[in-house]
Protein backbone atom coordinates (compact mmCIF):
# COMPACT_ATOMS: atom_id res chain seq x y z
CA UNK A 1 0.00 0.00 0.00
CA UNK A 2 2.63 2.38 0.95
CA UNK A 3 4.51 1.80 -2.42
CA UNK A 4 1.32 2.50 -4.30
CA UNK A 5 1.00 5.73 -2.38
CA UNK A 6 5.02 6.54 -3.17
CA UNK A 7 4.20 5.80 -6.55
CA UNK A 8 1.71 7.60 -7.37
CA UNK A 9 2.52 11.33 -5.48
CA UNK A 10 5.56 10.93 -7.75
CA UNK A 11 3.58 10.53 -10.81
CA UNK A 12 1.71 13.63 -9.65
CA UNK A 13 4.77 15.40 -8.58
CA UNK A 14 6.15 14.89 -12.23
CA UNK A 15 3.57 16.13 -13.63
CA UNK A 16 2.87 18.51 -11.78
CA UNK A 17 6.20 20.16 -12.00
CA UNK A 18 6.29 19.56 -16.38
CA UNK A 19 2.91 21.29 -16.38
CA UNK A 20 4.52 24.23 -14.40
CA UNK A 21 7.33 24.44 -16.54
CA UNK A 22 5.36 24.29 -19.65
CA UNK A 23 3.35 27.16 -18.42
CA UNK A 24 6.25 29.34 -17.67
CA UNK A 25 7.32 28.63 -21.00
CA UNK A 26 4.10 29.55 -22.80
CA UNK A 27 4.00 32.85 -20.64
CA UNK A 28 7.76 33.59 -21.61
CA UNK A 29 6.64 33.24 -25.26
CA UNK A 30 4.10 35.42 -25.02
CA UNK A 31 5.63 38.26 -23.49
CA UNK A 32 8.38 38.16 -25.65
CA UNK A 33 5.72 38.48 -28.75
CA UNK A 34 4.14 40.76 -26.91
CA UNK A 35 7.22 42.92 -26.23
CA UNK A 36 8.20 42.19 -30.36
CA UNK A 37 4.97 43.11 -31.78
CA UNK A 38 5.02 46.40 -29.62
CA UNK A 39 8.34 47.64 -31.60
CA UNK A 40 6.36 48.08 -34.24
CA UNK A 41 2.69 48.80 -32.66
CA UNK A 42 3.95 51.98 -31.80
CA UNK A 43 3.79 53.60 -34.94
CA UNK A 44 0.21 52.58 -35.98
CA UNK A 45 -1.37 55.77 -36.94
CA UNK A 46 1.57 57.95 -36.24
CA UNK A 47 2.86 60.16 -38.84
CA UNK A 48 7.00 58.99 -39.15
CA UNK A 49 10.00 60.35 -41.36
CA UNK A 50 11.49 58.13 -43.86
CA UNK A 51 13.94 57.88 -41.88
CA UNK A 52 12.03 56.30 -39.22
CA UNK A 53 10.46 53.99 -42.09
CA UNK A 54 14.37 52.49 -43.05
CA UNK A 55 14.68 51.49 -39.52
CA UNK A 56 11.35 49.60 -38.65
CA UNK A 57 12.52 48.14 -42.44
CA UNK A 58 15.78 47.01 -41.37
CA UNK A 59 14.39 45.46 -37.93
CA UNK A 60 11.94 43.34 -39.70
CA UNK A 61 15.00 42.50 -42.00
CA UNK A 62 17.07 41.32 -39.17
CA UNK A 63 14.27 39.14 -37.44
CA UNK A 64 12.97 37.60 -40.97
CA UNK A 65 16.93 37.03 -41.48
CA UNK A 66 16.76 35.53 -37.35
CA UNK A 67 13.83 33.49 -38.12
CA UNK A 68 15.65 31.86 -40.89
CA UNK A 69 12.46 32.95 -43.45
CA UNK A 70 13.05 31.95 -46.88
CA UNK A 71 13.30 33.85 -49.98
CA UNK A 72 11.64 33.69 -53.33
CA UNK A 73 13.91 33.62 -56.90
CA UNK A 74 13.17 37.57 -56.75
CA UNK A 75 14.62 38.08 -52.97
CA UNK A 76 11.62 38.39 -51.09
CA UNK A 77 10.86 37.38 -48.17
CA UNK A 78 7.87 34.26 -48.56
CA UNK A 79 5.54 34.62 -45.33
CA UNK A 80 5.06 32.10 -43.37
CA UNK A 81 2.20 31.48 -40.89
CA UNK A 82 4.31 31.76 -37.16
CA UNK A 83 7.24 34.84 -37.49
CA UNK A 84 7.41 36.81 -41.25
CA UNK A 85 7.29 40.00 -41.11
CA UNK A 86 6.92 42.02 -44.40
CA UNK A 87 6.64 46.01 -45.07
CA UNK A 88 4.74 47.33 -47.91
CA UNK A 89 5.15 51.60 -48.55
CA UNK A 90 2.19 53.15 -50.98
CA UNK A 91 4.48 55.53 -52.45
CA UNK A 92 3.23 58.38 -54.33
CA UNK A 93 4.31 58.51 -58.10
CA UNK A 94 2.37 61.94 -59.61
CA UNK A 95 -0.97 60.99 -59.98
CA UNK A 96 -0.60 57.64 -59.28
CA UNK A 97 0.13 55.04 -55.70
CA UNK A 98 2.49 52.42 -56.21
CA UNK A 99 3.14 49.58 -53.48
CA UNK A 100 6.56 49.08 -52.74
CA UNK A 101 7.78 46.14 -50.80
CA UNK A 102 10.86 46.12 -48.10
CA UNK A 103 13.34 44.39 -50.43
CA UNK A 104 13.11 46.49 -53.15
CA UNK A 105 14.33 49.37 -51.27
CA UNK A 106 16.77 47.08 -49.68
CA UNK A 107 17.82 46.15 -52.74
CA UNK A 108 17.74 49.25 -54.45
CA UNK A 109 19.60 50.63 -51.61
CA UNK A 110 18.87 52.14 -48.28
CA UNK A 111 21.05 55.01 -48.17
CA UNK A 112 19.43 56.35 -51.80
CA UNK A 113 15.89 56.12 -50.15
CA UNK A 114 17.42 57.72 -46.81
CA UNK A 115 18.59 60.96 -49.29
CA UNK A 116 15.10 61.15 -50.78
CA UNK A 117 12.79 60.50 -48.27
CA UNK A 118 14.08 61.66 -44.95
CA UNK A 119 11.98 64.71 -44.89
CA UNK A 120 8.83 63.10 -45.79
CA UNK A 121 5.93 61.67 -43.58
CA UNK A 122 4.46 58.37 -44.20
CA UNK A 123 2.00 56.86 -41.55
CA UNK A 124 1.81 53.53 -40.35
CA UNK A 125 -2.26 52.60 -41.91
CA UNK A 126 -2.25 49.04 -41.29
CA UNK A 127 -0.84 46.07 -39.22
CA UNK A 128 -1.50 42.73 -39.71
CA UNK A 129 -1.02 39.42 -37.59
CA UNK A 130 -0.30 35.76 -38.16
CA UNK A 131 -3.31 34.39 -36.95
CA UNK A 132 -1.22 30.96 -34.87
CA UNK A 133 0.83 33.33 -33.09
CA UNK A 134 -0.39 36.71 -32.99
CA UNK A 135 2.78 37.86 -34.45
CA UNK A 136 3.21 40.88 -36.31
CA UNK A 137 3.09 39.62 -40.09
CA UNK A 138 2.79 43.12 -41.86
CA UNK A 139 2.80 46.78 -42.04
CA UNK A 140 1.71 49.17 -44.91
CA UNK A 141 2.53 52.54 -44.41
CA UNK A 142 1.51 55.51 -46.69
CA UNK A 143 3.49 58.37 -48.22
CA UNK A 144 1.82 61.61 -46.74
CA UNK A 145 3.37 63.95 -49.11
CA UNK A 146 4.97 64.26 -52.33
Given amino acids: MKKTLIVIITILTVIIIVTSIAVIENSKTIKNIKKENKEFELVLDKEIWGTDVVTLMNKAIDTNEKNQIVKDEKGFYIENTTNSIKIEL ?57
Fill in 90 to 146: NMINGENIQTVQMETIQKVGTIGFIQNFNLIKFKCSKIEYHDTTKRIKKLVFEQLEE
